[in-house]
């Protein structure tokens, strides 16, 4: 399971595993308080697409399909959270304000899609005629 979570949150024991990915460290904490199993600076949105949404609802649309091709892109940053999110639950750490509106939904979402693509088929094909 794969889910969100504001880094200004208290740690929870049904978190599993914490992962920041944010490229910038968040306002106000400190790297001992947070509590991480890893800090993935590479796997946000590139310093430019992150300027340019600048966190307006509005232009999430764009930044989500900018994003979406730049994890397409580089599946090196990413495929480590498919394997802690396979192990049990991966919780993404945001430090946005809008808590539907970010680069972790996007990428949670993203990740998701790769688990069920990986997935075994759901109907076998049947070989009874045979």
């Known amino acids: 399971m794969i889910q969100c979570k504001r880094v200004y949150q208290g740690v929870e024991e049904e978190d599993g595993r914490r992962v ?3 490229r ?3 306002r106000g904490c400190s790297k001992a308080a947070l509590q991480l199993h890893a800090w993935l600076p590479e796997v946000a949105p590139a310093t430019e697409l992150r300027r340019a949404f600048d ?5 999430f649309a764009e ?18 959270l498919l394997a802690l999110a396979e192990q049990g639950t991966l919780t993404l750490l ?4 809008d808590s539907e509106h970010n ?7 993203f990740l998701e899609q790769e688990l069920d693509r990986r997935a075994d088929p ?4 049947c070989y009874a005629d045979r």
């Open 103 to 109: 680069n972790a939904r996007v990428l949670a979402e």
């Open 122 to 125: 759901s109907s076998p094909v």
């Open 63 to 80: 930044f989500r399909r900018q994003y979406r091709a730049q994890l397409a892109g580089h599946p090196e940053h990413w495929q480590g």
């Open 55 to 59: 966190h307006d609802p509005a232009a």
């Open 94 to 97: 945001f430090a946005a304000r």
């Open 20 to 22: 920041l990915v944010d």
């Open 24 to 26: 910038l460290w968040p």
